[in-house]
């Protein structure tokens, strides 16, 4: 079974290909570029295509598998219209897929059940990763805001920090937001 | 509140009329709370029109009878209540093929043009190097009127040429690359690539065919059927919109709504043009008011009429996308819904027609056509060929 992955992100891509991998398919190629693309997806002649539901070139791969006379007809996936549930599945997990007409669903449905998992860990993964980035960005500012004050108003750290808290609480808003605008303020204020 | 109906998008100025619905308030008024949803692909609009995750979507004409004819997948059923623009698009080509084809700057003899783009074609044809234009999809307006204007013009669509589908944030690019010789998008497509200097407009479509029908709104058809008290609210709030969209006092609101990243995510500068009708031929060129370029509002211009889904179908049976036969010409036109749009509008004052089709590109001078409600007089509708296309004509000309 040959499997292409088309997709903007070469990260999301390489999670897509170790889960195929993981049960034994091998024969993927991942295409990230969309230079050229039509013409490698010819050339490669998958069985399966799988790609992001939102990319902006599913409507010139659908002209593609309209007219192309090298690659036997693929079709949307959806075509199995007797699976509602799976056909929901894959456009919650944001996946297309479009499988060459005649292969038995039976050997297309576990790919794509893999490729909903796989997209589905990679939304995780990367919103996981997305609060990890803001965290340590927060705890950033906080820090560099209580120096600030420290060596401003000669405060010890926890002084410090309660100052933050309490400004903070008082205005509603979050410790980072207080420290961004302290720093904002102290860069544009400057030495006054 | 009546409910909620989630609206899918793509990013272009005619997707104006659902943006204007919601963020005008219109939406609201009639109890509807209409929810957006951008993409970036048709194919990603229809999917979740068909599977669950859309209510309503904004779409190319054709993809809408295509779907429902089950062209290049399985059939689903679509209706089209509500058209929610006429034209709006240009064709645009690589400056120095413009140069050679018109004069470039303002618009042309579209005959003349097309008769000098023939002669190009074929010097490349006969040098083994087609030249390839791009669309903006297989079952898109875009690809049906350029096709018209070619073969009107002695150019044979599928032989003399290639046409491919290029999305259009990546037609300017394409354009620039050389990948493909020419365009024909949606604005404001053609303005980027204009701007860049990797294009030149040539013609707009409007000059091709005075009321080319372009986006509708599509439904489910068993949806719209069974919830209407639902969907008539909608088509009010969008005939509101309409009314806004045209209104030269709203034109800076629009076009800074429009412009907003949520939606186009673009020049309001841009926008405000095509708003307007003025179309930026070529780069340090003054924009030419062309008329009717856009039309969204006046004459009953969101009336589905049966006989522009008759067109277009016999366009698809040109191009060999659809197959001729009578079954299928009687579905395709069974799409365009005017008995939805006449009982949902009634009430909110709309004209409304009394007929159902009519002579497409008949009207030389202004006349007055009968209506249930209200006045409608209608202006010129021609195709630039001087032909007309009578829909039951067409129907005896089908195989059964």
Known sequence: ?????????????????EGLEASGLSDIAMMSERAGLVARIEAFAPDVILMDLASPQRDELEELFAVSRALAKPVAMFV??????????????????????????????????????????????????????????????????KALLMKKRGLDEPAAYAQLRKAAMDSGKRISEVAEALLTAEKLMGGL | MTGTIRLGFLPLVDAALPILAR??????????????????????????LLYGHSDAAHMVAPLAIATTLGLGRPAVPLSVPFVLGLNGNAITLAPDLAAQVTTVGGPGNMMQIGQRFCALAGERKAAGRKLRL?????????????????RATGTDPGEDVEIVTIAPPFAADALASGEVDGICVGAPWNSVAVERGTGVVVATTSQIWRRGVEK??????????????????????????????VDPERLEQVAAIMARPEY?????????????????????????????????????ANFPWVSQAAWLYAQMVRAGHAKPCRADY????????????????????????????KLEGGIREPTGVGSIQGRLILTADSFFDGESFDPDVYARLLPE
């Not at chain 1, 079974?1 to 290909?17: L, N, T």
């Not at chain 1, 997209?119 to 906080?142: G, M, P, Q, V, Y």
């Not at chain 2, 791009?134 to 070619?150: I, K, P």
Request: avoid cysteine; aromatic fraction near 8%.
């Open chain 2, 330 to 357: 009687q579905l395709s036109q069974s799409v365009f819904r005017p008995d939805i749009y006449r009982s949902a509008l009634g009430p909110a004052g709309a004209t409304l027609p009394g007929a159902s089709s």
């Open chain 2, 216 to 245: 509708v709104l599509a439904v489910k058809r068993q949806r719209l059927e069974q919830e209407r008290e639902l969907f008539d609210p909608l088509l009010r709030a969008l005939y509101r919109a309409g009314e806004a969209f």
């Open chain 2, 23 to 48: 963020e005008l308030g219109f939406a609201e008024e009639e109890g509807i709370d209409l929810q957006l949803v951008r993409d970036m692909s048709w194919a990603t609009v229809q999917d979740r």
């Open chain 2, 134 to 150: 791009g669309v903006v999809h297989r079952f898109s307006s875009h690809n049906y009127m350029l096709r018209y204007w070619l």
């Open chain 1, 80 to 145: 199995d219209q007797s699976d509602d549930a799976a056909m929901e599945a894959a456009i919650d997990a944001g996946v297309s897929a479009y499988v060459v007409d005649g292969l038995k669903a039976e050997r297309i449905r576990p790919i794509v059940d893999l490729a909903i998992k796989r997209f589905n860990a990679f939304a995780r993964l990367r919103s996981e990763l997305d609060e990890a980035r803001t965290e340590l960005a927060e705890h950033k500012a906080i820090d560099a805001a």
């Open chain 1, 1 to 17: 079974m040959r499997i292409a992955i088309v997709d903007e992100s070469p990260a999301r891509a390489a999670v897509i290909r």
């Open chain 2, 264 to 300: 186009l995510d673009g020049s309001a500068d841009a926008i405000r043009r095509v708003v307007q009708d003025l179309v930026l031929f070529a780069r340090g060129y003054d924009p030419v008011h062309i008329p009717d370029f856009m039309f969204q509002h006046r004459e009953a």
